[in-house]
């Protein structure tokens, strides 16, 4: 694996990436830019957007797949597709951020003829994540480790029966790679994620079994915010064949012997 440093807003980094490797398609998970008002951090995110689209428009790249998010489906309940009619309202920037993308991705598409999707990641958790940013699960996993109290300010969605969708990180980017590298795809979303809902308090009992020491009092019941509905994963199955090699066992398993071998994150 080559690791190249790049401004992800420039084109010029990008254009130097170019000219040492042949690039025959492109990934983007960023994120939002935080800033102290909201002008720097849209204006970060469009030049984002403006230096990846050109880039793949320099490059005649085959496809595009920008990351987005479960929390579209903020606000419904039961089970979710790809198919159902969204808000535009956004209670928080990265959600805005992210709508925008796949409105920006879909026209893309149409004006060049390059492939562009959009992957609807929820429930993300396992090694490389910070802790101090991500939700619970990593909070967890870390101060078992460390032999540490699990640090819980803050936390969104950190009640017992908070519950989400899990899939562990190396689950999300193999679904990922799976439809980037497919030789044809029907649609332009995709959800990714587990086919099953788990609270908070299955994470507790999961690492307890890895790591038996390790003790923490979650908040009973459940947050006053509203949770995520399970996201449908039958475009992403029936297009690249995809079905999660980590269960919830497995993966707190898996990431507790990642951290235990020294890895930071």
Known sequence: MLIEPADATSIADLREIGEKHRIDGIVNVGGGFKASSPVPGLQGYFDMLTATFQAADEWKVKRVTF????????????TVSEEHLLSLQSPFPIL???KIVEVAASEFAKATGIGAICVRITGM????????????????VHAAVNGKSADLKNVFRGNADDAIAPCYIKDTARAIALLQTAEKLEFDVYNIGSDRITPNREFVEAITRVVP??????PSGRSPFPSLP?????????????TPKFDIQ???????DWLKAGNPK
Do not use: C, W
Request: net charge positive; charged share 20%; proline share 5%.
């Open 67 to 78: 990351s987005s998010t479960g929390g579209m489906y903020l606000g419904l309940q039961g």
């Open 96 to 98: 805005a951020y992210q």
């Open 125 to 140: 958790y396992g090694p490389f994540q910070d802790p101090a940013q991500a939700h619970l699960a990593p909070r967890l």
């Open 213 to 218: 020491n390790f003790k923490v009092d979650l």
């Open 230 to 242: 399970l996201m449908e994963t039958k475009r992403l199955r029936a297009d690249t064949g995809f």
């Open 250 to 256: 497995s993966a707190i398993k898996d990431y507790v």
